[in-house]
């Protein structure tokens, strides 16, 4: 069975469908590419998966369960977290009370409690989980300094360091690597293989190809909110409906 499947999802906006039928599954272990052009339905997919749209047809499946229409939290609770495209952290908190809120989920206590250490026995484990991630995450020198003094890259760590804090099962990356240079891209490849090599299915919305080719062994490709295609890197490269949705036609990916 696999971890997560899309079955015949749309979603309209009024008089506009942003995804129309859409279906396809993520095998436990994977790192999945999702790619396609601006508005080809991406981030829509994401919202959904995570619960902050309600699909308007089709359902969403973890572990066989439908999730559609879950609350984000309930959906978050059961392991599936989303980081997003704007690197989002409390920026006047340090790197380790930025980890610190991230378990507020596993914790079962709110955020206030996690930041003011408060609630006893969950949040002296709450602090062990944050140590955990920083340190796995390669920030634990890092973890007195402010999330705002951080560089780009230690900042993306960080946003993965606090969604690894509630203990996911799945993953969801939304541009992980835009405005990166190369080696702060490369690094981020790095993290994200030992994501998922410590259990973690990843699915990761990204445009930068050599990223997405490096790191998934499956692709799927949207455009115009519909499925276009689905294949190995390799596959996904030489398709010229590929080709054609990014670039007109007549290059290669």
């Given amino acids: 069975m696999p971890l997560l499947e899309i079955s015949k999802l749309t979603k309209h906006f ?3 469908t942003a995804l129309n039928d859409v279906s396809f599954s993520v095998d436990r272990g994977e790192i999945r590419g999702l ?9 829509t997919m994401f919202k959904n998966i995570a619960g902050f749209y309600t699909p308007s047809a089709g359902d969403i499946l973890l572990d066989g369960e439908s999730i559609r229409g879950h609350a984000p939290h309930e959906i978050a609770g059961r392991g599936v977290v989303r980081t997003f495209q704007e690197t989002t952290l409390f920026q006047e908190l340090s ?9 507020h989920l596993r914790a079962r206590t709110n955020i206030v409690s996690a930041v003011l250490g408060l609630d006893g026995a969950r949040q002296r484990a709450a602090r062990q989980k944050a140590a955990e991630v920083l340190e796995f995450m390669g920030l634990s020198e890092r973890r007195d300094q402010l999330a ?8 993306r760590a960080l946003a993965v360091a606090i969604a690894l804090a509630s203990s996911p099962r799945l993953l969801l990356m939304d541009e992980p690597f835009a405005g990166m240079n190369p080696e702060e891209t490369r690094q981020m490849m790095d993290l ?3 994501v998922n090599d410590s259990g973690v299915t990843v699915v990761l919305v990204e445009h930068d190809m050599k990223a997405v ?6 692709i799927t490709v949207l455009n115009f909110g519909t499925l276009l295609t689905e294949g190995s890197p390799e596959e996904i490269r030489n398709d010229e409906r590929v080709v054609r949705a990014y ?6 990916l």
């Fill in 213 to 218: 080719m490096g790191l998934c062994r499956q």
């Fill in 14 to 16: 009024g008089g506009l």
């Fill in 95 to 103: 790197v380790f009370q930025n980890a610190l809120v991230g378990c």
């Fill in 192 to 194: 994200t293989r030992k």
């Fill in 148 to 155: 705002s003094e951080l560089p780009l890259g230690s900042q």
């Fill in 35 to 43: 790619i396609g052009p601006n508005g080809a339905g991406k981030s």
């Fill in 247 to 252: 670039l007109g036609g007549g290059h290669r």
